[in-house]
């Protein structure tokens, strides 16, 4: 099994390690500016991310970085920066997520527990699939979206780079979502949402 060292230790880090454990992963520790006092899984401090001599490590065969951070700009610039290092990465999805055979998943990319992902769905790089949400068939997420807890995005809806989908939200099927959108929790969103918007409330209404 594949061995591997997380970006990021606090919050959204819990339910990686968590996730990367429940498969059988082997967590190396952590990269952060400075050790964290709150270590609930007993990790090893590896050193900062930005320090070139530490995140050598990473570098021997069968060794891998997840970047386990929850805000999408920051993680697709910290993915952005490894892969171009030559580091490698891989996708973790929980055990109890149900992936379809016919999606994809892209590296980088968290299936949470509880995650129900269909057929001809295609999820792209470094993007967080929280616990309980629902990806229906045909579904397109580009790279480093989140999909926060409980979300439900019905067939054939397409959710742009960098957005970010509240929990509890729907979103009707067909809909398209622009890049860098927000959606906030609860929303029902019933028409398609150009890029840099912010939506809100039943039905989804744009904030100005």
Avoid at 48 to 76: K, P, V
Avoid at 164 to 187: L, Q, S, W, Y
């Amino acid at each position: 099994m594949p061995e591997v060292g997380l970006i990021g230790y606090s919050g959204h880090a819990y339910v990686v390690a968590d996730s990367a454990r429940a498969i059988g992963l082997q967590l190396l520790g952590y990269f952060e500016s400075s050790p964290k006092n709150l270590n609930p899984f007993e990790l090893a401090y590896l050193g900062d991310e930005n320090n070139t001599d530490d995140i050598a490590l990473l570098r021997a065969e069968e060794r891998h970085f997840f970047i386990a951070i929850g805000a999408n700009r920051l993680r697709a610039a910290l993915m952005d920066k490894l892969l171009a290092k030559g580091l490698r990465t891989l996708a973790i999805i929980h055990p109890s997520a149900i992936v379809s055979p016919l999606a994809t998943v892209g590296v980088g990319t968290l299936v949470a527990p509880g995650c129900k992902v269909n057929a001809l769905a295609r999820i792209g790089r470094g993007v967080i699939i929280n616990t309980g949400a629902v990806i229906e068939h045909e579904c397109q997420i580009d790279d480093f979206a989140h999909i926060a807890p409980g979300a439900v995005l019905a067939g054939n809806v397409s959710v742009g780079s960098g957005s970010f989908v509240g929990a509890n939200a729907v979103i009707k099927e067909g809909v398209r979502i622009g890049r860098h959108v927000t959606v906030g929790a609860g929303a029902v969103i019933l028409h398609d949402i150009g890029d840099n918007e912010k939506w809100v409330g039943n039905p989804g209404k744009l904030v100005k």
